[in-house]
């Protein structure tokens, strides 16, 4: 399970580096068909399905091209035989968000499932802290 949870950690990265570098095709690797998101923007239900989840990402590319940060700061990996899960806090923010709030991140909580022998992310929430 030590090859697995290695396996995971470097699956995410993959996506953080291509979620920073705004690679929507690389974005969606490794994660399944009927992947179901949960995002900071509200849809109460989640996001649902391959297709759907792509849409959601442009938006968030124009604002990463403007200079925005997007790094995982940790990343601790819990696998078992067919599912693991993993969770990691995210600097993610504009160059001037960091200056008024140094300690607040994105919190990233995927799910994964073992599919035809290998890892695929099949659930995805995104969060942030309130701050209010």
Same mark, same amino acid.
Do not use: N, Y
């Given at each position: 399970?030590?090859? +697995?949870?290695?396996?995971?950690? /470097?699956?995410?990265?993959?996506?953080?580096?291509? #979620?920073?570098? $705004? *690679?929507?095709? @690389?974005?969606?690797?490794?994660?399944?068909?009927?992947?179901?998101?949960?995002?900071?923007?509200?849809?109460?239900?989640?996001?649902?399905?391959?297709?759907?989840?792509?849409?959601?990402?442009?938006?968030?590319? +124009?604002?990463?091209?403007?200079? /925005?940060?997007?790094?995982?700061?940790?990343?601790? #990996?819990?696998? $078992? *035989?067919?599912? @693991?899960?993993?969770?990691?806090?995210?600097?993610?923010?504009?160059?001037?968000?960091?200056?008024?709030?140094?300690?607040?991140?994105?919190?990233?909580?995927?799910?994964?499932?073992?599919?035809?022998?290998?890892?695929?992310?099949?659930?995805?929430?995104?969060?942030?802290?309130?701050?209010?």
């Amino acid at each position: 399970m030590r090859d +697995d949870a290695a396996r995971i950690r /470097a699956l995410i990265k993959r996506w953080a580096d291509a #979620v920073h570098q $705004g *690679d929507l095709d @690389a974005v969606v690797a490794d994660h399944a068909e009927d992947i179901v998101m949960s995002d900071v923007p509200p849809r109460h239900d989640g996001v649902r399905g391959l297709a759907a989840w792509r849409k959601v990402w442009p938006p968030f590319f +124009d604002r990463q091209a403007r200079g /925005a940060s997007f790094a995982i700061v940790s990343l601790p #990996v819990t696998a $078992g *035989d067919e599912v @693991a899960f993993a969770h990691a806090p995210l600097r993610c923010g504009s160059p001037q968000d960091p200056a008024g709030h140094p300690e607040l991140r994105l919190r990233l909580t995927p799910g994964l499932r073992k599919q035809g022998g290998r890892w695929v992310v099949a659930h995805e929430h995104h969060s942030i802290p309130h701050t209010g």
